[in-house]
């Protein structure tokens, strides 16, 4: 079985630029959580989406945004790149809206580099 | 905002030592992962803890959750090169809530 499948796997941008990172959950997960991880820290919580509507959303910029597809899979998009959102972004799904008694998978992240 | 401190953050042992991580908060979490996640990948769930208290075993690998759900440990015996890895744990304050708030993350090296 796929586990949660993340594009681009790496990605160059030019400050300003804008960026669409993507994302497929497991089959039959409905659930879709994004992270950013910058070098040597861990994970921070971007935005979580359940059944298309957002239903939770971390401490970030509105360049930032996001949504979810009918079938389940996510974009996240970043507008107006800077130097600081050079990170790991990592999405993550799950079965049901809340942790009680789902476990998260993540994917492997998509690399982005804003130079 | 860190909410989760993780110690040490870097730790080196020999193959076959023992050793124990932690992550402290001043906050309440209904729950508690850990996370082991290797360069190029993303986290991978260890384990899950809930209660006050609990204890659970992964092989060589002991979790502890505080009694007061603020504070947990992770304990490794007999440390193997294969443990060698980027430990995090991370809490949810919601059960309702998929949002973790991640530790800063312990990197462990076992040399053989």
């Known amino acids: 079985d796929a586990g949660v499948t993340q594009s681009p796997t790496h990605l160059i941008k030019t400050r300003g630029q804008h960026v669409t990172l993507r994302c497929s959950p497991i089959s039959g997960h409905k659930s879709v959580s994004w992270y950013q991880q910058v070098l040597g820290q861990g994970p921070q919580f971007i935005f979580q989406?359940?059944?298309?509507?957002?239903?939770g959303r971390g401490n970030f910029p509105d360049r930032f945004s996001a949504r979810q597809f009918p079938n389940y899979s996510s974009e996240l998009n970043v507008n107006a790149l800077l130097l600081g959102d050079s990170a790991l972004y990592l999405c993550?799904?799950?079965?049901?809206?809340?942790?009680?008694?789902?476990?998260?998978?993540f994917g492997e992240g998509s690399w982005l580099t804003v130079v | 905002t860190q909410l989760l401190e993780q110690s040490p953050q870097f730790l080196s042992i020999q193959e076959g030592e023992n050793l124990t991580v932690y992550c402290n908060s001043s906050s309440v979490f209904s729950s508690l992962q850990w996370y082991r996640q290797e360069p190029g990948e993303g986290p991978v769930l260890l384990v899950t803890v809930v209660t006050g208290g609990e204890v659970k075993k992964l092989k060589r690998l002991t979790f502890q959750f505080g009694d007061a759900r603020k504070d947990s440990s992770l304990h490794i015996t007999a440390a193997q090169p294969g443990d060698t890895g980027l430990y995090l744990c991370?809490?949810?304050?919601?059960?309702?809530?998929?949002?973790?708030?991640f530790g800063t993350g312990t990197r462990l090296t076992v040399i053989p």
């Open positions: 991370a809490g949810s304050h919601q059960t309702g809530a998929n949002n973790l708030f």
């Open positions: 993550a799904s799950s079965g049901g809206r809340s942790l009680s008694g789902n476990t998260i998978y």
């Open positions: 989406y359940y059944e298309k509507e957002e239903r």
